[in-house]
C-alpha cells in the first residue's frame, strides 16, 4: 500500500470532521485542477499544483464508485500514449491521486488506468459491439478485432500524485454520454509492460461538457458516427454532481480551433485502505443496457496480456 498511515484513526477523524462526517467508505473525490497548473511541465509547477491540492477541501469528499462497465479488459498496458494510431481529436488528461484520509496529500506509486472508446464507439477488444445510431464499420478505420489495446492503459504517478495520458476524445454509443473510465490502484507494481497486484481503490467514469462534446462530434471522423447522442441530463451514470460527479475541466489548445485539442484536468481523491472494484451500481447508477452486439464471453485471443478476461457487467 502507497503512502504512510501509522495512525489511521487520527487521519480518517480528520477527515470526517472536514467533511462534516460526509465520507463514505471506499470511495474516490473527483474536484477540478485548480489554476496552479499550468501549461509547461516543470518541476515548480507540480510541486504549486501539489500545493494548491492538499490544501483545497473540496478533494476531502468521497464518492461511492460507479460501474465498470461491460468493455473492461484486464492487463492493460503501462504507457502515456494510448491512441495505438486511432484517429480524433487529441486529448492530454492530467490526473493527480491525493488520499482524502491524509490531508489530501499526493499519493506517488499509484497506478491509474483509463479506458475508452474511438471516435465511432468502438472499444479495443470488442469491436462487434453495435454502438447505436449509424455508425461505420471499426474496420474502416484500419482496425480489426486483433486490435485489443488501442485507447487502453496505465500510468504510475509521479512524487506529486501526477500521471498523463496522451489520448483522443471519446466518441459516444447508445445510450451513453461521452465518457472514459478509469480505475485507481495501489500497491502493485509493474510485470512485464503492465501492472500487477495491488488492490483497486476506486472505479469510477470521467465526463465532458455538452457543448464541447458536440461541437467536436460535427467533426472529422467522428461526424461519421449520426444518430441521438445522450447529454448530460440523461444519462444514467453521471448524477450532475459538477467535478465532484467526474466532470473533466477543459481547456482548449486553441480557442478558435476545437480540432486541435484539449487538456483535461481532475483530482482524485482516494482512501488508499478501501477497495472498490465497482461491480456495483454506485450512487450514479447501474450504467443501464449496453448496445445492441455488447460483448459477451472472453475476449480475443491476443488480448493485452496472458491472462486477459473480459468483464461483461449488466451496465455500460
Known amino acids: 500500500m502507497t503512502g504512510n498511515h501509522k495512525d489511521k484513526t487520527i487521519t480518517r477523524r480528520r477527515a470526517l470532521a ?12 473527483v474536484a477540478g485542477y485548480q489554476s496552479a497548473f499550468a501549461d509547461t511541465e516543470t518541476t515548480a509547477d507540480a510541486t504549486a499544483t501539489a500545493s494548491a491540492t492538499s490544501t483545497s477541501s473540496a478533494c476531502m469528499t468521497l464518492m461511492t464508485s460507479v460501474t465498470e462497465g461491460p468493455y473492461y479488459l484486464d492487463g492493460a498496458l503501462v504507457r502515456k500514449d494510448i491512441t495505438e494510431g486511432k484517429s480524433g481529436v487529441p486529448l492530454t488528461l492530467r490526473l493527480t491521486v491525493v488520499d482524502a484520509t491524509d490531508g489530501c496529500t499526493p499519493v506517488p506509486g499509484a497506478a491509474v488506468e483509463i479506458w475508452h472508446c474511438d471516435a465511432w464507439g468502438y472499444y479495443s477488444g470488442y469491436t462487434t459491439a453495435n454502438p447505436g445510431g449509424s455508425a461505420p464499420a471499426e474496420s474502416e478505420d484500419g482496425s480489426t478485432a486483433n486490435d485489443a489495446t488501442y485507447l487502453r492503459g496505465y500510468q504510475i504517478a509521479n512524487g506529486n500524485g501526477v500521471v498523463k495520458f496522451e489520448t483522443i476524445f ?23 509492460g503492465t501492472y500487477e497486484g495491488g488492490k483497486v481503490n476506486y472505479t469510477g467514469q470521467f465526463f465532458f461538457d455538452d457543448d464541447i462534446a458536440q461541437e467536436i462530434f460535427t467533426l472529422e ?38 480540432s486541435k485539442g484539449y487538456k483535461g ?52
Open 18 to 29: 472536514v467533511t462534516g462526517g460526509t465520507v463514505a467508505a471506499g470511495g474516490l473525490a
Open 170 to 192: 471519446p466518441g459516444w454509443y447508445t445510450p451513453r454520454t461521452c465518457h472514459i473510465h478509469v480505475k485507481v490502484h495501489t500497491g502493485g507494481e509493474k510485470e512485464d
Open 221 to 258: 471522423p467522428y461526424s461519421k458516427h449520426s444518430g441521438s447522442y445522450t447529454t448530460l441530463d440523461n444519462d444514467m451514470v453521471y448524477d450532475g454532481g459538477g467535478a465532484s460527479s467526474g466532470l473533466l475541466t477543459l481547456k482548449a489548445v486553441h480557442k478558435k480551433d476545437p
Open 265 to 316: 484536468f481532475l483530482t482524485l481523491g482516494i482512501d488508499p485502505d478501501a477497495e472498490s472494484t465497482g461491480a456495483g451500481s454506485g450512487a450514479g447508477g447501474d450504467g443501464g443496457t449496453p448496445p445492441s452486439g455488447a460483448p459477451t464471453g472472453e475476449p480475443p485471443s491476443d488480448a493485452p496480456s496472458e491472462s486477459a478476461t473480459a468483464s461483461a457487467s449488466a451496465s455500460s
